[in-house]
């Protein structure tokens, strides 16, 4: 297993700026070859443009990525090659959803999506959109926006700082907000929403209530440090 490492931060920055990838370049014919593979058996996959980060530093007490951009069949190769340039990170930001009763909202990836099958908090790589004057990239608004699109949730205007969960070639920028419904509620009203969708990104978002319900299978390692160290701490991420 990759070194992982947790650490809370009040802010999280990032900004966009040029960059070499000598890796991508030296292995375009692999990239594209692997690609045309992941495509021909999910076609509904969209090669678009994203961010990576190559370097991540602290200032003044928060965290600061610096990111590039490439396209997404990059990135899938590279996270599915198990991330073969060490000085590069698949970078991305979610809200944590926290119910009233204590419980984390998650979500279970849909069958035509890359993840398909797979448990984590509702995501995305920045992108394009995300991007404001000066190059600076707003991690925040990218996860409030991946939440609502994949559930319909909008958490309250609290700011309980982040989380920054580094793992293998995975940085993960988690923001937790505590919602003042109960998770059954919570579950409706996301269920109500990937229901109404054409085709949701979501099969569905589930409650974890506590340790046992972290299922190795099929979270990736920085959800289940992640949970792991929030019910550790009383469930008070």
């Known amino acids: 297993m990759a070194p992982v490492t947790l650490r809370?931060?009040?802010?999280?920055?990032?900004?966009?700026?040029?960059?070499e990838w000598a890796w991508a370049r030296e292995n375009r014919a692999r990239i594209e070859a692997h690609w045309a593979r992941r495509r021909a058996a999910r076609p509904a996959m969209f090669n678009g443009r994203v961010m990576l980060a190559h370097a991540l530093a602290e200032r003044n007490g928060a965290c600061h990525a610096a990111l590039f951009e490439t396209d997404y069949a990059t990135l899938t190769a590279f996270r599915d090659f198990g991330f073969p340039d060490p000085g590069i990170f698949n970078v991305f930001a979610a809200i944590v959803p926290r119910s009233a009763d204590g419980a984390y909202l998650l979500g279970r990836m849909n069958g035509h999506t890359a993840n398909a099958g797979q448990i984590y908090f509702a995501c995305g790589t920045p992108d394009p959109e995300d991007v404001r004057e000066g190059g600076r990239v707003d991690l925040g608004a990218?996860?409030?926006?991946e939440l609502h699109e994949e559930t319909g949730l909008v958490p309250p205007e609290t700011d309980r700082g982040w989380t920054v969960v580094q793992e293998g070639g995975h940085l993960?920028?988690?923001?937790p907000m505590h919602f003042a419904e109960?998770?059954?509620?919570?579950?409706?009203r996301a269920r109500a929403h990937l229901a109404a969708e054409a085709v949701p990104e979501l099969a569905d978002v589930v409650a974890v209530r506590g340790p046992d319900d972290i299922d190795p299978a099929s979270m990736p390692v920085y959800a289940q440090?992640?949970?792991r160290d929030a019910f550790a701490a009383g469930g008070d991420a």
């Open 8 to 19: 809370r931060t009040r802010a999280v920055t990032a900004a966009l700026g040029p960059y």
């Open 142 to 145: 990218s996860a409030l926006r």
């Open 172 to 175: 993960a920028f988690l923001r």
């Open 182 to 188: 109960d998770a059954d509620t919570l579950l409706a």
């Open 225 to 227: 440090v992640f949970l």
